[in-house]
């Protein structure tokens, strides 16, 4: 436990932005879970995060920031391996369950579940609680995630993902019926940092984010793509699709159709990178029994 006596300095300041101050990262998201959790304490007290600190507090630090930083591996979280090498993996997500932590001590994600199986992964990362998960995959959406083990492999893969060498297939199921393939390239807006959604602005292209689709199969209402992801940016899929007029079923965001339970109809099912892997898995059955 750190113990910090607040002098004439340091008085005025709010806890959580104190407490920010303390941590390598600076991370104010990070100083409030650790304020509300208990983990500070002022005179042995807790307080709010917003605590205006006098001179003369003494602000108790309960934790070790190695510790809170750390992905804590969790035998629980079930996942095939799809193809696996020295220096790295392809993991196939299930549906239902973040790629990986956001908070200290969080368990249950698929990045917890690869660390115990693989702890190596949890030591390499550029963003804090990423491990060596090159990319990631929303919760409700299934399929292949690729994650290194090494530190030079993590820095080789993650360069080539940025050049666009890697390959993304998906599988979706749609409301309606396609009877041609296209591509969609409207330009995608996030109004502002840490939004839960994005936008499509009909009027400008983004020729660095296109989503390009094929039917493969139709039912009697809705129909099923194969779709390639040029680029990557958040929610581009479902967005794409739902502004042109035929979103993912079970979209909770971008459907407005509630009629369907079932989980949302996204499956990452095929990563490819030229002359060194292509990893696959089949389409999911609930995808081809919608359609039936």
């Known amino acids: 436990m750190k113990r910090i006596k607040i002098d004439e300095i340091l008085a005025g300041n709010r806890l959580d932005a104190f407490v920010a101050d303390q941590l390598t990262e600076r991370s104010r998201s990070l100083s409030e879970f650790l304020i509300e959790n208990g983990y500070v304490k002022v005179n042995g007290y807790r307080v709010k995060k917003g605590y205006t600190l006098i001179k003369g507090d ?22 095939d391996v799809v193809l696996k090498k020295d220096d790295y993996i392809i993991v196939n997500k299930p549906e239902g369950i973040k790629t990986h932590p956001i908070l200290p001590f969080e368990k249950g994600t698929l990045l917890n579940g690869i660390v115990h199986k693989f702890p190596s992964a949890g030591n390499l990362y550029a963003k804090r609680y990423e491990g060596g998960l090159l990319h990631r995959l ?15 492999s993590f820095r080789r893969l993650k360069n080539i993902f940025k050049s666009g060498s890697i390959k993304k297939h998906y599988y979706a199921v749609v409301n ?23 936008f499509v602005d009909p009027n400008t292209e983004d020729p660095e984010y296109v989503t390009l689709f094929e039917p493969i199969k139709s039912g ?13 940016k958040m929610h581009q899929i479902r967005a794409h699709l739902s502004f042109f007029g035929f979103p993912i079923l079970g979209d909770r965001l971008y459907n407005r159709d509630r009629s369907f339970n079932g989980r949302m109809m996204l499956h990452a099912y095929r990563l490819t ?14 995808f081809l029994k919608v359609l039936e």
Do not use: M
């Open 58 to 79: 003494v602000v108790e630090l309960e934790f070790d920031e190695e510790d809170l930083l750390k992905v804590y591996p969790d035998e629980t979280v079930k996942f």
């Open 138 to 152: 929303d919760n409700d959406t299934s399929g292949l995630i690729l994650c290194a083990l090494k530190q030079n």
């Open 176 to 198: 309606g019926i396609l009877k041609k393939g296209g591509a969609l390239s409207a330009r995608i807006i996030s109004p502002y940092k840490g939004s839960y959604r994005v």
């Open 220 to 232: 009697k209402r809705y129909t099923l793509l194969d779709i390639e992801l040029i680029g990557g």
């Open 273 to 286: 990178l030229p002359g060194e892997f292509d990893a696959k898995t089949d389409i999911p059955e609930e």
